[in-house]
């Protein structure tokens, strides 16, 4: 059975802090690792990686995936009030049966 | 682009009776659609994967008769909840793929059965 495990579950900072999320996996057939942001409704899509060792950044968001750990993470520097959000990784099983495990997410709060 | 509609965005409905649910893609063809749903401060669970043009896979637990799903068309999948109990209060999700492994999600409908 796919496993995701994200850590910590919750976590609350000040404006201007840097915080860095934590996803483990165990999926069959790993072929990439997506991270969603989920404020109220659905979530939106922030990195898909792929190789092991290469940072993906966007803006003051960046990720990274290391095959060798089954692992990914994920940065935000200089955190602002519009950061705070559930931040959900998946990874993706390959082959035909394409599909998104998603970890049960990260509760980032950031207050003012 | 890469933008994922559902409607409705939230309905309430009497035990007993059926609520279909639609997602689009608006601004691109998605062959493959997938049906998630979430409990409140619980994960993303799929439910089923539905493909254009044939019968959808449904994940283990997922009753195929309770959830029917139908993806007439490469930019619409529908999600009918057939008698709806109070346990199938949920958030629905879907989301439709487009290039590559990347699936972008709608916004979600929430569904409340009384």
């Known amino acids: 059975e796919d496993k995701v495990v994200q850590s910590p579950l919750s976590l609350v900072v000040h404006e201007g802090d840097t915080v860095t999320l934590n996803c483990s996996y165990e999926?069959?057939?790993?072929?990439?690792l997506l991270w969603y942001k989920q404020e109220k409704k659905a979530p939106t899509f922030l990195f898909m990686l792929t190789s092991s060792g290469i940072e993906k950044k966007s803006g003051r968001l960046s990720s990274i995936l290391d095959k060798k750990e089954l692992s990914s993470i994920l940065n935000i520097t200089a955190t602002q009030t519009g950061d705070s959000a559930i931040y959900l990784c998946?990874?993706?099983?390959?082959?035909?049966?394409?599909?998104?495990?998603f970890g049960k997410g990260t509760l980032l709060t950031v207050n003012p | 682009g890469a933008v994922v509609s559902q409607h409705p965005s939230w309905v309430i409905c009497k035990s007993g009776t059926s609520v279909k649910i639609e997602c689009r893609s608006l601004?691109?063809?998605?062959?493959?659609m997938f049906w998630y749903r979430q409990f409140p401060k619980q994960s993303l669970m799929l439910m089923a994967t539905s493909n254009e043009g044939s019968k959808a896979t449904y994940e283990q637990g997922v009753e195929k008769d309770k959830f029917l799903i139908n993806h007439a068309s490469l930019t619409l999948s529908t999600l009918t909840v057939t008698s709806a109990h109070p346990e199938d209060s949920s958030f629905y999700i879907c989301s439709a793929k487009r290039d590559g492994d990347t699936q972008y999600f709608g916004p979600g409908t929430r569904l409340t059965v009384l």
């Open positions: 601004d691109f063809q998605a062959t493959t």
């Open positions: 999926v069959t057939n790993f072929r990439s």
């Open positions: 998946a990874p993706r099983s390959g082959g035909s049966n394409y599909k998104l495990t």
